[in-house]
Every structure is written in structure tokens, then in C-alpha cells.
């Protein structure tokens, strides 16, 4: 036995320590057998450090089952509530329930003790995240707070205090909230909590600055908290503030360091928290849409929507990047739909505008920008609105001003986003609207100062990498470099034909239409860029290719016994290439030519007149006819060209 009891000794010291990794080491030299429930709890926690959830949940039940068997109803009811806790980290929820049912049963028999306290905390923890009940929550910390403070469990009344300041502010109690967070926070910094303790107040409180748009503040506690993270030697749950950390460095502007930090952090804490791990992933989505790598970013949304996350309003923005302005519309409307809590809903406002804007819907677009306006008043940090609320109010209101037609409105209010956030420190979101400011600046006719503020602009994306925001940029600059004829094509009421034809039928039919397609976009020297729904993206050197490339499809597909109808459009202007690979493009030029396939009849080729003015062609055109697209001021000059 004496042989036992010294490392047993060695590894409570090392755990009363937190020297994690010793007293692991420690411990896994004595079978578990020959450890008593307290020692099992430690070497749980102990194990949960060093990154194996696994044996942590595993040496738990062992500790929950000794406890149990000796009648020790609070051991055995603190073991239930870490194991409930575990379980939600995993998103299994059910699991969770039922430990937590169990530690309710047990302590419901016990006198009030500090585990009761624990019980409240995760009560109001469970409202104020799961349940949305913000009076409830704030009811639950409180008794949790009063019981920590009669038993004397610190750790637990700095949690309840934290966690109830985030409370407040959600209620739009900002003021009281934040003051509550610092005292908690104060407490985190001075070494008085555990560790698991000391890093959730972090995560808190960052996540609360962030919240109310207090980036400032949310970057000095961020330091902080990874100068602790990398006093632990630990691997898992520190990886949560290191996605507070890829966040920051976002906004800062150091986009490839903060993807990798943030890659980093999720396979850190993959098997601790599926939550959080799917918000880290949903960051590395975002940073990458702002690098223009629209697959990889679109490949992080999906993972960050496996563990259970929205991809939105990402994943919106996304599609209208890619052009795809119905697809942005649809997603941005059902997230808000969704999305009931105001500062959740602050988050997807401003996307809102942007695609409402590009969908030719400036209604809605004025709507988002109330509300959004709505929201920041009722959210004021000392009675002052925080500068990156108010440098997003203005950055949206300037959006429609500008869209409108108000130049001298948007560049007032443009300004006043730039200054806004310069003064928040946020580069990427300063160089957004210097290139509005410089459009706005255009349109009263002040070319220097467009020009100023767009070579600026153009400074940033470029150091940023913001590879389609710099083409932008030099688009109104003028030093586009990629000019060619665009080709976009569609089937007519394919879903029509699919209730129509059946499964089987339809997919015979839209083979054959891909291969005709193909074969003609390729023999006319063209590149198929990808596939658009039920039709083709295609791009060639030249018009005169571009239009014979469409004649060929469509008496192709006239030639069949059975065919669909198909719509072509054609635009020659300039784009750039977007996604990893420089496959695919964007710019004025792609959406031009997609809106004209869209104004396109069935079994019709419309071209812009422009396009096709000075090309030699034996095919007769018809009278042009103007149409005016979502997204563009004047309208523009169409032909029809008769390919029979």
C-alpha cells in the first residue's frame, strides 16, 4: 500500500499545482483500480488537459461510480455535472441531460452545498444560450453567485458574475454588464480561479466586447488571455482563445497568420467542443472569402455546418461574390428569418444591405439599415455608441445613399465610416469604404479625390491580399488586364420539364444538352468556366468566337427529336480571376453577361450592343432594345441575334 500511496501523493501535489502533464504522467503509473474517487476526479482532469477527452469522460464515470457506491451524494453529483458538461462540448445533448438529471436527483437530497451552486450556474447557462431566457439566466447566476459566496467557492462566483454580466448585455444593459466582466475578468488576471475557470471569464469577456463592438477592449483582453494560454503546457481547451485571437487578427488585418491560428485552434479542440469548433471553422471561411479563395472558403462553411453551425451570413456573401445575387437573397432572408437576438441579428444586417442593394431592392435595404441603426442606439457603452457600431451604420447608410443616386449623402457618410474605422484599427473595413468614398467623390465630380482614396484602397487589398477587392479597385481605377466576351447559358423551365419527364428522363435529357454544349463552347475555342445551375459559364478571346459558339448550341439543339429550350447571353468587358486556382472571374464584365442571359427569351441569343458593334457577323441582328439589370444605374443597349 505505502508503494501506492506516494505516487498518489506526487500526483495531488502535482495537481493542486495544475502541473497537468506531471500529474498525469503521475497518475498513469497507478491502476485505476487502486484509486479512490478524488484521485480518479484528478486524474480525470488531469487527462482532460492533456488533451484526451476519451479517458477524462471514461475516468470520470469510474469517479462517479465510486462516489455513488460510498454515498457520497455531492462527489458523485460534481462528477454528473463536468460529464454533462463534456457531452454538451460533443453536442450530445441527450447524453448531457441525463447527467445533469442525475447530479439534480442527487443533490436534490444533499443540504445546500457548493455543488448547488454549480447546479444553478449551468441552469442559467443553459437559459441564456440554449433557451434565449435572459431574466431566467440572470435569476440562476444570481443564486449561483449567493451560494459560491456562502460556501466559498470563488471559482463559481466569478463564473456567476461573468456570466451574468454577459446577461445584461444581451438585455441591452451594457453599462452594468461590462462592469461585471471586469471585476470578473480582474479576479481571472490576479491567478484567484482554476485554470478552466480563468480561461472561460476570457472567452466571456472577449466575446462580450466583440458583442458590443468594443474591438479595442476585446484585443487587450485578448493578449491577455493567449499569454496565459502559453504559460500552459496543456493542449484542447486553450484553443478557444486562440479563435478569439484568428478574430482579431482578422480585424487587424493579418489574414494567413490568423487562418493559420485558427486551423490550429480547431484541431485543438475538435474532440472538446463541437460548438466552438464549428465558430472557428466559420472564421476560416471568412477569412478566406475575403482572400478570394471562394472553394476553400465554401469547403470551411460546410464543416463549420456539419458540427452545427449557420453558415450565414457568410455563406451569403459568398454567392454574391460569385454573382449568384438569387441565391444571396434567399440565404441572407432565411438567416434572418432564423434570427431573433438583436446583436445576432446586428451581425447579418449589414450583408442584408449589401446584397438587398445588388438585388435592386433598396427598400429592404433601408429597412436593414433602420434597424441595424435600431439596434446599435440600444446597445451604447457609457451612453456613446461604439465607433465600429457606428462605422457600420454609416458604412450602410452610405451604401444606399450612393446606390440612390446621392453622391454628396454617401461620400458624407462614407467619410465618417472611414474615420470610424481607422479609428477601430480595422484595414480591411477602412480600404471598403475608401473605395465607396472614392466612387462617391467621382460622381460630384472631384476625380482627384476619387482617385486618392481608390489608390488607397487599392494599397490595402493589395497588402491584404484581398485579391478581388484590389480588382475592384483597379476596375474603377481603369487598369483592368482581363477583358473578354462572356457567355452564360440557361434551360427555360427546367423544373417544368423535370415534374414533366420524371427523374430518369430528365437526367438522360440534361446529359445530352451538356454534351452538346461542351463540344460547341470548346470548338469554338471557348472555356467552359463551370456549370451555372442547368446551364454553362463560358468565356472566349473574342466575341466573334462567342457568337458562333451560340449559333452552334442552339441549331444543335434544334436538331434533336427532343431538347430543351435554352436562353444564351453574351458580354464582352473586363473581369478578373477569382478562387484558388485562377479558374474562374468576376467583375462588372461576368455580371453584365449574366444578367443578359437572365433578360434572355426562350431559344433566344441577346448580346450587349456594345459586344457586338464592329464584329463581322453573317447573322442578322435585331433593332436594340434597352434593358435595365439589378446592380446597374443606366440601362443597357441589347440585340437579339438570329441564328436560323
Not at 246 to 263: C, N, S, T, V, Y
Amino acid at each position: 500500500m505505502a508503494q501506492v500511496l506516494e505516487p498518489i501523493r506526487t500526483a495531488r501535489d502535482a495537481a493542486g499545482r495544475y502541473a497537468w502533464r506531471e500529474a498525469y504522467e503521475s497518475y498513469s503509473g497507478i491502476e485505476a483500480g487502486e484509486l479512490p474517487p478524488e484521485d480518479l476526479e484528478r486524474f480525470a482532469e488531469a487527462a482532460w488537459w492533456r488533451g484526451k477527452p476519451d479517458q477524462a469522460i471514461d475516468l470520470r464515470e469510474r469517479a462517479y461510480r465510486g462516489f455513488t457506491a460510498g454515498g457520497d451524494g455531492r462527489g458523485a453529483a460534481r462528477v454528473a455535472l463536468a460529464l454533462a458538461d463534456d457531452h454538451v462540448g460533443r453536442g450530445s445533448f441527450a447524453v448531457a441531460q441525463g447527467w445533469f438529471a442525475n447530479a439534480e436527483r442527487l443533490l436534490a437530497a444533499e443540504p445546500e452545498s457548493a455543488e448547488h451552486g454549480v447546479l444553478s450556474l449551468m441552469r442559467g447557462v443553459t437559459a441564456l444560450f440554449s433557451g434565449g431566457d435572459l431574466a431566467g439566466a440572470i435569476s440562476e447566476f444570481e443564486r449561483a453567485g449567493e451560494l459560491a459566496t456562502q460556501f466559498g467557492d470563488r471559482d463559481t462566483q466569478v463564473m456567476a458574475l461573468s456570466l451574468k454580466g454577459r446577461a445584461q448585455i444581451k438585455s441591452g444593459d451594457v453599462d452594468a454588464g461590462l462592469a461585471l466582466l471586469d471585476e470578473g475578468t480582474a479576479a481571472a488576471v490576479c491567478g484567484e480561479l482554476r485554470p478552466l475557470s480563468t480561461g472561460l471569464v476570457y472567452c466571456i469577456t472577449i466575446s462580450s466586447c466583440q458583442d458590443v463592438g468594443d474591438y479595442r477592449r476585446a484585443a487587450e483582453w485578448t493578449e491577455v488571455a493567449n499569454r496565459w494560454c502559453d504559460r500552459l503546457d496543456v493542449t484542447g481547451f486553450p484553443g478557444t482563445c486562440r479563435i478569439h485571437r484568428a478574430e482579431i487578427m482578422r480585424l487587424r488585418g493579418d489574414w494567413p497568420e490568423a487562418e493559420q491560428q485558427a486551423i490550429a485552434a480547431c484541431e485543438e479542440i475538435s474532440d472538446f467542443d463541437r460548438r466552438v469548433t464549428a465558430g472557428g471553422y466559420y472564421e476560416i471561411g471568412e477569412i478566406r472569402r475575403r482572400l478570394g479563395d471562394f472553394a476553400a472558403a465554401e469547403e470551411a462553411y460546410a464543416t463549420a455546418n456539419e458540427l452545427g453551425r449557420t453558415t450565414q451570413p457568410g455563406m451569403a456573401l459568398l454567392r454574391l461574390a460569385q454573382g449568384k445575387v438569387d441565391a444571396a437573397v434567399a440565404g441572407i432572408a432565411r438567416n434572418l428569418e432564423e434570427v431573433r437576438e438583436p446583436l445576432s441579428r446586428f451581425r447579418s444586417l449589414p450583408p442584408q444591405v449589401e446584397i438587398a442593394i445588388a438585388a435592386g431592392d433598396l427598400d429592404r435595404a433601408r429597412a436593414a439599415a433602420e434597424e441595424l441603426d435600431g439596434i446599435v442606439e440600444s446597445y451604447k457603452v457609457g451612453n456613446r455608441r461604439a465607433p465600429a457600431f457606428d462605422a457600420t451604420v454609416h458604412y450602410v447608410l452610405g451604401q444606399i445613399e450612393l446606390a440612390e443616386g446621392d453622391a454628396n449623402g454617401a461620400a458624407r457618410l462614407l467619410k465618417s465610416a472611414r474615420d470610424e474605422w481607422q479609428e477601430v484599427g480595422a484595414p480591411y473595413e477602412t480600404a471598403q469604404a475608401r473605395m465607396l468614398l472614392g466612387l462617391a467623390y467621382r460622381r460630384q465630380g472631384d476625380e482627384e479625390a476619387a482617385t486618392a482614396e481608390l489608390e488607397a484602397a487599392l494599397a490595402t487589398f493589395e497588402r491584404l491580399g484581398a485579391m478581388l477587392d484590389a480588382e475592384r479597385a483597379k476596375e474603377l481605377l481603369g487598369r483592368l488586364q482581363t477583358r473578354r466576351t462572356f457567355v452564360f447559358t440557361d434551360i427555360v423551365d427546367s423544373t417544368k420539364l423535370l415534374e414533366t419527364l420524371g427523374n430518369d428522363k430528365w437526367k438522360k435529357l440534361l446529359a445530352r444538352h451538356d454534351e452538346l454544349l461542351r463540344e460547341r463552347i470548346v470548338g469554338s475555342g471557348g472555356e467552359v468556366v463551370k456549370r451555372t445551375g442547368d446551364g454553362f459559364f463560358a468565356a472566349f478571346d473574342n466575341p466573334n468566337a462567342a457568337v458562333e459558339a451560340a449559333v452552334a448550341i442552339q441549331r444543335a439543339l434544334d436538331a434533336e427529336v427532343v431538347a430543351p429550350d435554352v436562353r444564351i447571353g453574351l458580354h464582352t468587358g473586363g473581369a478578373f480571376h477569382t478562387g484558388s486556382d485562377a479558374s474562374d472571374y468576376g467583375g462588372e464584365g461576368v455580371h453584365v453577361a449574366a444578367r443578359i442571359g437572365a433578360a434572355a427569351r426562350a431559344a433566344e441569343i441577346l448580346a450587349s450592343r456594345e459586344t457586338l458593334e464592329g464584329v463581322g457577323t453573317a447573322f442578322r441582328l435585331s433593332e436594340p432594345r434597352a434593358e435595365t439589370f439589378q446592380g446597374f444605374e443606366r440601362p443597357i443597349d441589347v440585340v437579339s441575334v438570329d441564328w436560323r
